[in-house]
């Protein structure tokens, strides 16, 4: 039998709400979207490029997001001392690059991992606790657990458009 994503109830974000309520919701929404654009295709299917020359995938964005939930969350916010899930010297996108021969059933599973690690990882922190984060140029920035929050939820948002086209390019499938 043929593996294929697995379908998926989306709920809907909150309507009302405390901040950590709506930051949460939302913040699922989106996860459940991009699960959404993927159910039912088949691992070959996940692994098809948009349009060329892009080699963006629906699997590699599954793996990329579940290698962001992991470092902003996990590395970043709660400070837990693990390395990124994809990194590679030789290729810094292998989570992107690197689809031809992972295992997409595999990655769904990593995939749900990480978001209840990420989960877990948050509830623990409140939205006003800061952390330094490190850049290439030798300084950093103080970011606080909202601002993770906020950059979530834009990147999954931003993703999301990106996994809408390639969907409808394999098989017409649209929606929101």
């Known amino acids: 039998m043929t593996w294929r994503a697995p379908e998926i109830t989306r709920t809907n974000e909150p309507y009302v709400g405390d901040e950590r309520t709506m930051l949460d919701g939302w913040l699922d929404y989106h996860r459940q979207t991009l699960l959404l654009k993927c159910a039912g295709l088949t691992a070959e299917q996940l692994k098809t490029a948009s349009v060329e020359p892009s080699g963006l995938t629906l699997l590699g964005l599954v793996r990329h997001m579940a290698d962001v939930e992991r470092w902003w969350f996990r590395i970043r916010a709660a400070g837990e001392d693990i390395t990124g899930l994809y990194d590679g010297e030789e290729d810094p996108d292998a989570d992107l690059n690197a689809v031809a021969g992972a295992d997409a059933e595999a990655t769904?599973?990593?995939?749900?991992?990480?978001?209840?690690?990420?989960?877990?990882?948050?509830?623990?922190?409140?939205?006003?606790?800061?952390?330094?984060?490190?850049?290439?140029?030798?300084?950093?920035?103080?970011?606080?657990?909202?601002?993770?929050?906020?950059?979530?939820?834009?990147?999954y948002a931003r993703h999301n458009g990106h996994a809408d086209l390639i969907r409808e390019r394999i098989d017409g499938v649209t929606g929101d």
């Open 108 to 155: 769904f599973a990593i995939f749900a991992a990480e978001v209840e690690a990420a989960r877990k990882a948050a509830a623990g922190l409140s939205l006003d606790q800061t952390f330094r984060r490190p850049r290439r140029d030798g300084t950093a920035d103080e970011i606080n657990v909202r601002w993770v929050y906020v950059h979530m939820i834009e990147e």
